[in-house]
């Protein structure tokens, strides 16, 4: 017999502290992952940064998010 060791079935030793401290980091990352998803995709308006006015403007009426005589009257308005 080995004075000093101890064998018990429920621990893990320092591997079970190591495995658990992944496992939260790993949870804490998907739930980080997840709020950022859902906060960054909540407005419903996606233009890229270097996207002119008129670029945009043409989404939206591509989209139906305003009718043509707006767009019109914007495009006119922006090309002034």
Sequence with gaps: MMYG????H?????WGVI???IVMALLLAGV???IHYLTAHSSGKHY?????ALAILEKRY???EIEKT????KRKTLSQ
């Design 62 to 64: 591509v989209t139906g």
């Design 5 to 8: 060791w101890r064998y018990n």
């Design 70 to 73: 707006e767009f019109e009257e």
């Design 10 to 14: 429920a621990s893990f030793g320092i």
């Design 48 to 52: 890229a940064d270097g996207d002119s």
């Design 19 to 21: 495995l658990m401290v």
């Design 32 to 34: 980080i992952i997840v």
